[in-house]
């Protein structure tokens, strides 16, 4: 019996998926990441009665389902996605979900599938083994194997909020701004209802949580129809037709060019990435990207002390050494803005290029970690931190971008997935950015010794940099410009 349309798709879709974290991550690291969550979830499972025996079992409840809709919010921004692919160009890249263009189907069910796909796809590679580590460890906490599969389902159906949530909003960002404000005024008043007004608890928000204020399965159907009726809702909103965007913007290349003549050809390649950056629209979305995680974590110790009265602080340093450490997200965001296949036929090689986008990429860094270190150190009131803080941010943005130059080059995107260049990155960058944070939490107990290992660590690192950054160009020299590179 031949198998519908849609299953076609789907099965379609499930190996393009498949491919497509192998291409990211490799072979080896594809099947690997699935027993990572299942050995780190069953490390925290047996060490839960140690870690979280002092907390109020809700709170946990809370933290375990305000992930999975957080998890579920960074899958489903789907609509934003099936624009780019429908309108954009992706190097030599041809997604399944761009059928549209050249079969009679129309675009609205395929976006169905792609979402049905999302949900089973990371529902399997993810949050099955999350659960199956939790249950390693459950019966050493006196937690029977039953409630470990409510908890699964309950964390499943917070994953499909989020999902339902991105979706919809996306899909909203395409369709109308209006609309995209309305919907997150609602989003915001919904929240503040739950904290700070207190109007609501958060099981009466979040669906799948208040099932375990009673045990009352009446909040799982309506956790269900809630999030098939955001999935449909945003279905529905999505564009049959889409056109590729037009902008028109005045002449930028020449003025700028001027101001870094001094430079040479490194200046002309500079102002080349600057104009990319400004007209492409993407330097707020570069700027969001580096200093969104931090502001993240900083909400999260902010709600957690305040609003939940679990105690956890961290310095302006620890900030400090972390805004170092998320550089690379600025470099891969760099790395992302345009095809350099066309190059190859141009008087440059991938050395100019990824030394330009080192100089682009110091500019943007120094200056927005600048701000945000100082921010912080006005907020927490730790202004005589402030030296310590910003040698953490410098020290670690300078090593942080010569390393991954060094191993990933224009293709960081790609690269940066394979599991032997993740291991080199990680076994370069991470013990310095250890040591940095450990400095941090020695600060209130031994000032002088945390001073002491900072501006050792700091300095061993700039040096280090140095000859890292002047290898760069025998590293890539012999390299051509293509969309993905085998590392």
């Known amino acids: 019996m031949p198998l519908g349309p849609e299953l076609l798709i789907f099965k379609s879709m499930m190996r393009e998926e498949w491919r497509l974290h192998k291409s990211f991550q490799g072979a080896i690291g594809s099947h690997v990441f699935p027993a990572v969550i299942f050995a780190f979830s069953a490390f925290l499972s047996l060490s839960a009665p140690l870690i979280l025996g002092n907390i109020e079992a809700l ?61 089973v796809y990371y529902v399997l590679y993810s949050i099955i083994p999350l659960v199956l580590g939790a249950a390693v460890g459950a019966p050493l906490a006196g937690v029977s194997l039953l409630t470990v599969g409510r908890l699964g389902l309950t964390a499943f159906l917070a994953f499909m909020t989020g999902m339902g949530v991105s979706f919809l909003l996306s899909a909203a960002h395409i369709r109308s701004r209006t609309l995209l404000g309305s919907l997150m005024l609602l989003l915001g008043c919904s929240v503040a209802s739950v904290w700070p007004l207190g109007a609501l608890r958060a099981g009466d928000l979040l669906l799948p949580l208040g099932y375990w204020y009673g045990r009352d399965s009446l909040y799982l159907l309506s956790s269900a129809a809630v999030a098939l009726l955001l999935s449909a809702a945003g279905i529905l909103l999505m564009r049959e037709r889409f056109e590729a965007p037009q902008r028109a913007s005045v002449e930028m290349f020449a003025p700028v060019l001027g101001r870094l003549s001094s430079l040479g050809d490194l200046g002309a390649l500079l102002a080349k990435e600057w104009v990319e950056l400004r007209r492409g629209g993407a330097l707020g979305p570069v700027v969001a990207g580096y200093i969104a995680p931090l502001v993240v974590i ?22 400090g050494g972390f805004v170092g450490f998320l550089g690379v997200t600025v470099y891969s965001w760099i790395n992302n803005l345009e095809c350099n296949e066309f190059l190859n036929v141009q008087p440059v090689g991938v050395d100019d290029v990824v030394r330009a986008k080192l100089v682009l990429y110091f500019a943007l860094t120094f200056s927005v970690s600048t701000c945000y270190v100082v921010g912080i150190g006005f907020l927490n009131g730790e202004l005589g931190l402030l030296g310590l803080a910003l040698l953490a941010s410098f020290s670690n943005t300078v090593y942080v971008g010569a390393v991954t130059s060094r191993l990933t080059g224009l293709w960081t995107n790609t690269m940066l997935f394979d599991a032997k260049v993740l291991s080199k990155f990680a076994a370069c960058v991470v013990p310095p950015l250890v040591a940095v944070l450990v400095a941090s939490f020695m600060i209130g107990s031994a000032p002088s010794a945390a001073a002491a290992l900072l501006i050792g660590v700091s300095a061993a690192i700039l040096i280090a940099s140095l000859p890292i950054l002047r290898s760069l160009r025998s590293k890539w020299s012999g390299h051509r410009f293509s969309f993905a590179n085998n590392p």
């Open 298 to 319: 900083y909400a999260m110790v902010w709600l957690l002390g305040e609003g939940l009265g679990v105690l956890i602080y961290f310095n302006v340093v620890f900030y």
């Open 59 to 119: 709170r946990v409840l809370l933290l375990i389902h305000l992930g999975a809709l957080g998890y579920g919010l960074f899958v489903g921004a789907m609509g934003y996605i099936g624009e780019q692919v429908m309108t954009r160009r992706l190097g030599q890249v041809n997604m399944v979900l761009g059928i549209p263009r050249l079969l009679p189907v129309s675009f609205r069910r395929v976006m169905a599938v792609f979402y049905v796909k999302d949900a």
